[in-house]
């Protein structure tokens, strides 16, 4: 394992009330609702410019925690992620039914909400269910499970631990972005190819066990229970336009995931060893963050490379590396996102960084070709 930046060994020094900055986006939700006008900006000015502010005003976080410090300690921590579920329920459903018996509301105004809506669910709720879903507890990864299905993506969660974390950095993993392609390509390519994705994962785990892949046992199934159980909840509330409501806020929190996902990744191949096979997992094959504010709004996620390393550590407890061993952002997620979003700006800052972290871990490596997107890697040019 790698040299840690500083370990604090004092496990009391671990504060859980930094991470739970992300309810303050339950009182800006409220506001939008019951003022409408100019307050429904303020969500997106808070998450994609008051945040991105304030990583440069606060800064790194570069301390370590002990990562051997017990649940028994974390319970603060772990309450801040199990509570959230009733809580976007409340957001979600709540702003439903205002929006969908009231007239007071123009439709620039309802679409401005949901969008804010959106926002929330993508930025908090996905970020807490794949924090849920990596936990041995049935009862978080059920959890995690009712957040997705609350933004009708929960095929997410077996394309995440069955397909993302065993092939990452590989043409086998669908939401690995590759070299030069723009989100605006890679979105639409992860959205059709993901279900199919995770429907063969669960396929070929339950053949492993003599199973057909339409046993009941099938996560699949699951996920499909509680995105038709989220939309009829809308119907019953609303109607139509209800449904079209939540169907949007949906969107707009996956399309949130997909720019993470994006940006964690991307231009980021593991060496191919031949016959299909490929190096382990390291922490260069993540892009890595240690701003303290996005941290803490994001429960550490920007943390990924120690993620990948250490998929069952919970949030508090993920280490940060030396920017020898893995390549950092320049800021946090949220202004990185919003660059993925403009590609020709995107290739022209990213573009040098993925070549210059090609030859700072592989020098060896003088072909990059059998890497380009779309193609499979072969031992030729592999060194």
Known sequence: MTDLIETRTDTGRLKAWPYWLTLTFVPLVVLAVAEGGWTILLIPFYG??????????VGQD???????TP???????????????????????????????STGYSTAETLGIMFGIGVTTGTVGIVYAHELMHKSNPYERHLGDLLLGLVLYGHFRTEHLLVHHP??????????????????????????????????????????????????????????????????LAFAIGGWLAVGLFVFQAFVAV?????????????LTRKHLGDGKYEPVKPHHSWDSAHRVS???????????????HPMRRYPLLQ?????????????????????MVPPIWRRVFNPRVRAWRRQFYPEINDWTPYKEGSNPMPKGAG
């Open 320 to 340: 940060v590396y030396d920017e020898s061993q893995v390549p950092m952002l320049p800021t946090g997620y949220p202004p990185m996102t919003a660059m993925a």
């Open 48 to 57: 994609w410019v008051l945040m991105p502010l304030l990583d440069i005003v």
């Open 295 to 309: 941290g803490n709004l994001l429960i550490n996620l920007q943390r990924h490379a120690d993620h990948h390393l």
């Open 71 to 101: 649940d028994s300690e974390l319970f603060w921590f772990r309450l801040l992620t199990w509570i959230w579920f009733p809580i976007q329920v409340c957001l979600i459903y709540g702003t439903l039914y205002v929006l969908t018996h």
């Open 255 to 267: 399309w949130q995931l997909e720019l993470t996902n994006y940006v964690e990744h991307y231009g």
């Open 62 to 68: 570069l301390r370590n925690p002990d990562p051997d």
């Open 167 to 232: 092939w990452v950095g590989t043409p086998r993993d669908t939401v690995t972005a590759r070299y030069n392609e723009g989100f605006l390509r890679a979105f639409p390519r992860v959205l059709w190819q993901g279900p199919g994705s995770a429907w063969r994962a669960e396929k070929a785990r339950l053949a492993r066990r003599g199973l057909s892949p339409w046993h009941p046992t099938n996560p699949i199934w699951k996920y499909l229970a509680l995105g038709l159980a989220a939309l009829a």
